[in-house]
C-alpha cells in the first residue's frame, strides 16, 4: 500500500494561485493511477482531477478546466494540483487518493488510499 501525505494549502485571495502537493511512500509509485479530490463544508466529496501513472494521461473536471492542472513526478513520488484563478467556491480540503486499477476514475469510492487532506480558503 501507499500511504499520502497532502501539502501546500493555505488561504488566498480570490484570482490567486496555489499548488498542491501530494508525496507518496511505499510501493512503486508509477503503479497507481492518482486523483486529487475535495470537500467543502456539508457538501460531498468532489473529484478534481486525476492522472495515470506514468503521468501521460491526464483529465480535470470540467468546470475546474483552464485553472487547474495536475501533474506528477515519479522520481520524486510526487502528484501536483496547480490552482490558479481561484475563486471563493474553490475554498475546501483538498484530498489526494492512489488506486491501483486501470482508469481515471471520479468515483471516490474507486480509490484505496487516501492522504489526510489539506485546507484551501479563498477569501478577500
Known amino acids: 500500500q501507499v500511504q499520502l501525505v497532502e501539502s501546500g494549502g493555505g488561504s488566498v485571495q480570490p484570482g490567486g494561485s496555489l499548488r498542491l502537493s501530494c508525496v507518496a511512500s511505499g510501493r512503486t509509485f508509477s503503479d497507481y493511477y492518482m486523483g486529487w479530490f475535495r470537500q467543502a463544508p456539508e457538501k460531498a466529496r468532489e473529484f478534481v482531477a486525476g492522472i495515470s501513472g506514468s503521468g501521460g494521461i491526464t483529465y480535470v473536471a470540467d468546470s475546474l478546466k483552464g485553472r487547474f492542472t495536475i501533474s506528477r513526478d515519479n522520481a520524486k513520488n510526487t502528484v501536483y494540483l496547480q490552482m490558479s484563478s481561484l475563486k471563493p467556491e474553490d475554498t475546501a480540503v483538498y484530498f489526494c487518493?492512489?488506486?491501483?486499477?486501470?482508469?481515471?476514475?471520479?468515483?471516490?469510492?474507486?480509490?484505496?488510499?487516501w492522504g489526510q487532506g489539506t485546507q484551501v480558503t479563498v477569501s478577500s
Open positions: 487518493a492512489s488506486k491501483t486499477t486501470y482508469g481515471i476514475d471520479a468515483d471516490p469510492n474507486e480509490y484505496a488510499q
